[in-house]
């Protein structure tokens, strides 16, 4: 069993920056791949980006691609996004997830685990 806790979302104005935090307790995420989903009210969960457990792979959504930066801390067993230049439409609700695939799979129903959900507004 894996427990992933969101933290960092807010609010902050068009062209600002926020650092998302997943830290993972329970069982070791060491054979893990980490996912970023965002969802808006009536609209399905999209991949934003992914990151091996090594770190030396990642993905991401072209919508975030040179935007948006994974990383991972794996002595704190914790994975970050940090999200730079946002827009307006980058305003939602963004969760973590792990699956213990190796690759980093865009589809949310391949992750087994996932956190509680963290709010991001961007403000025009």
């Known amino acids: 069993q894996v427990q992933l806790v969101e933290s960092g979302g807010g609010l902050v104005e068009a062209g600002g920056s926020l650092r998302l935090s997943c830290a993972a307790s329970?069982?070791?995420?060491?054979?893990?791949?980490m996912g970023w989903f965002r969802q808006i009210p009536g609209k399905e969960r999209q991949f934003v980006g992914g990151?091996?457990?090594?770190?030396?792979?990642?993905q991401y959504a072209d919508s975030v691609k040179g935007r948006f930066t994974i990383s991972s801390d794996n002595a704190k067993n914790t994975v970050y996004l940090q999200m730079n230049s946002l827009k307006p439409e980058d305003t939602a609700v963004y969760y973590c997830?792990?699956?213990?695939?190796?690759?980093?799979?865009?589809?949310?129903?391949?992750?087994?685990?996932w956190g509680q959900g963290t709010q991001v507004t961007v403000s025009s």
């Open positions: 997830a792990s699956t213990r695939n190796s690759y980093i799979f865009r589809d949310s129903r391949v992750y087994d685990y």
């Open positions: 329970g069982r070791t995420f060491r054979s893990y791949v």
């Open positions: 990151i091996t457990y090594s770190g030396g792979s990642t």
